[in-house]
């Protein structure tokens, strides 16, 4: 996958992409990914890339020239345009979710805009195919570290980037629900025991016991992801039953 970053901030991005796994996913050949200053495609010499609005009002935009000759020049050097996808960081846009980072995961090539100021100007829109996205309900100074959250969430899906151990497959998400409570040696530590469950060596009923507290640990922190629907009769019993333990405590 070719990744391309335009930024006013390129570094900002030395550092993290040069670390961990996303540095493995370049050494693999797995992923390219590019840094280009959103000034070197400004018209003018003093680099200018933001501007006032149009009927006033406080801050600043970014301009519709320096980013359509950007977007131009990208676009340009990449033949199979369907596999690309023209992203811009916003507060404005559609929440980023793990469903979109599968879904990125699949392009050849990401163009990723980091946006600032007051926005783009919208006319942006009309010449290229934009996705917005937004990381979360709250207002960062600038779209680097969204992009970068963008990048790892997407990185990491590409297959032969993680190892078998790691498998994406079983991410908390993976199945819409929370992870499991996770522990690791020494199963006892200044009295606190890791629970009987997990050193029982028996597979089925962990597997069981896993997905009854991952179940419990999405209606305590996340109630909005669990589709009661899809849950199994047994499984809607342990909530409920859950639920009423919570209740009389
Ligand atoms: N830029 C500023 N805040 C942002 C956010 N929450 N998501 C994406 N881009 C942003």
Known sequence: MLIDILTIFPAMFSGFLDESLVQRAKEKNL?????FNLRDYSGDKHKTVDDAPFGGGGGMVLMLEPLHRALESLAKQEEEKSSTSIILTTPQGERFSQKKAFELSLKGHLIIICGHYKGVDER??????LEEISIGDYVLTGGEIPSLVIIDAVVRLIPGVLGDFE????????EDILGPPQYTRPAEFDGLKVPDMLLSGDHEKIKKWRRKEALKRT???RPDLLNWNELAEEEKKW???NEEKEKSE
């Open 219 to 221: 209606l305590q922190n």
């Open 124 to 129: 942006l829109k009309m010449l290229h195919p």
């Open 167 to 174: 498998s994406a497959q079983t991410d908390s998400f993976f």
């Open 239 to 241: 909530m409920e039953e």
């Open 31 to 35: 992923a390219q990914i590019r840094i």
